[in-house]
């Protein structure tokens, strides 16, 4: 897919954690102004996404698609279902509404075979699986649970176009989550152990979506976006994902907790290649819009629309600056760090249990209190994406640092607000189906 695709190799999420971010996926928008944070919604958050928020299904509903969701929502459910992805434009919803490592663990491979780790508190009910608003399976069986996926999209696909109509599908996958879990398609199979085998299975699943595509002969008029929520989770050690070399990982506002691969298909229209444009998961929002002919004016948007990154081989896209909030972001303190091109400044640094207590690096480690950097370290991020070299203190590079922290200062007097939701919290309010 990467060969034949436009790859974004500067593309960020806004807060490196799930629902904070998913929250930007779906609003085109800083999770600050919609209330999601800190941290993420549970099994037992009585609340979710703002009713009024505006998500990319609504937009598209407007213009005639069918639209589905299935798979990890992670935006709220409430005690009936209020927040639950049917009353934010979706027709159709499929899932399991959070992660499946907020409800006790049950079994995770083939023949019952465990999950590895602990999962859940014991006050949580065993995870469920939606259809629309209705449980239909609880506790969830994770084996099988990416096949349920696949079948119902190409489902929804195959019907949308027997139907005539245009479709918007959204798909945020489980994988590779921990705790890992894969069929018997697939357990065993990668050298790389239980990751290994639930990153084949995903990958597997990408792949029986773009094969329904092109055999109902609508690839040349379908794009695809494949990107992810946060970086990966390092405490999981060789049970989790990799970094590679970028600094830290899920959690933190350095590279490892928020640069994310990410890649944008449309046959015939987006030429393959690569793009070094600073782009966000807010942009997804607004370049639907503009290619499907919806009218976002009256919306209060962060993102941009970068269709000029994803058509042009050259395109250094429309965006200047971007803010980089914590996974607790604060009025106060404002985001950690700010883009500016290839640069990024760090305001603010704090450690993560989730990037691993025992990492090599101390500023990733959640013993890394923390710390405001005056001046803000600077680093140069297409010479050095590890964030290694600061270079604050240098002569030439204060020009750059005085744009940034004016922009920032501009950013925290203008970018509103929205009171924290994720954490109103009542046990009686977890979905379950047989109370």
């Known amino acids: 897919m990467a060969e034949n695709s436009r790859f974004l190799t500067h593309f960020y999420v806004t807060i490196p954690i799930c629902s904070p971010s998913r929250a930007s996926i779906m609003t085109g928008r800083y999770p600050v102004r919609t209330g999601v944070y800190p941290n993420v919604f549970d099994p037992a958050s009585i609340l979710g996404l703002p009713r009024n928020e505006t998500t990319i299904a609504h937009l598209l509903s407007q213009q005639g698609y069918r639209t589905m969701m299935t798979g990890k929502w992670h935006l709220g459910v409430g005690y009936n279902g209020e927040y639950l992805p049917t009353e ?45 608003t209705t449980i239909v399976e609880q506790p969830v069986d994770l084996p099988s649970l990416t096949q349920k996926y ?24 489980n994988h590779v989550h921990h705790p890992q879990f894969a069929d018997s398609s697939f357990y065993g199979k990668s050298q790389r152990g239980a990751f290994g085998d639930a990153l084949i299975e ?47 990982g899920k959690g933190t506002t350095m590279e490892g907790g928020i640069r994310v691969p990410t890649i944008v298909q449309w046959p ?27 009218e976002t004016k009256n919306l209060t ?47 603010w640094t704090k450690g993560e249990s989730l990037s691993d207590n025992d990492n090599y690096d101390p500023i990733c480690r959640d013993s890394h209190e923390l710390t ?11 010479k050095d994406p590890g964030e290694r070299y600061d270079l604050s203190k240098l002569t030439e590079y204060q020009d750059e640092l ?8 501009q950013h925290m007097a203008e970018v509103s607000w929205m009171p924290p939701r994720t954490q109103i919290l009542a046990d009686d309010s977890q979905p379950c189906c047989n109370p």
């Open 88 to 132: 934010f434009g979706f027709d159709e919803y499929l899932g399991v509404p959070y992660s499946h490592d907020g409800c006790p663990c049950i079994t995770c491979f083939p023949n019952a075979g465990p999950c590895f780790g602990t999962c859940g508190q014991p006050r949580f009910v065993s995870c469920p699986l939606y259809s629309n």
């Open 150 to 173: 696949v079948d119902h999209a190409k489902n929804f696909i195959q019907r949308s176009n027997a139907d005539g109509e245009p479709f918007f599908l959204y798909m945020p996958f």
């Open 202 to 248: 995903m990958d597997w699943a990408v792949g029986q979506l773009l094969k329904t595509i092109k055999d109902i002969g609508a690839d040349q008029d379908t794009i695809v976006w494949f990107t992810s929520d946060n970086g990966p989770e390092l405490l999981r050690h060789e049970r989790g994902g990799s970094a590679g070399l970028l600094r830290c």
């Open 268 to 294: 015939g229209k987006i030429m393959p290649g690569r793009s070094n444009a600073l782009t966000s998961t807010m942009d997804i929002l607004p370049t639907l819009a503009t290619l499907a002919g919806v």
């Open 301 to 347: 948007i962060d993102g941009v629309d970068i269709t000029s990154v994803l058509m042009d081989p050259d395109g250094l896209g429309p965006r200047d600056f971007l803010a980089q909030y914590s996974r607790y972001p604060n009025e106060t303190q404002g985001p950690y760090a700010v883009f500016h091109g290839k640069f990024k400044a760090h305001f």
């Open 372 to 382: 405001e950097h005056e001046p803000p370290l600077l680093f140069d991020l297409f």
């Open 402 to 409: 005085e744009q940034i922290i004016n922009w920032r200062s």
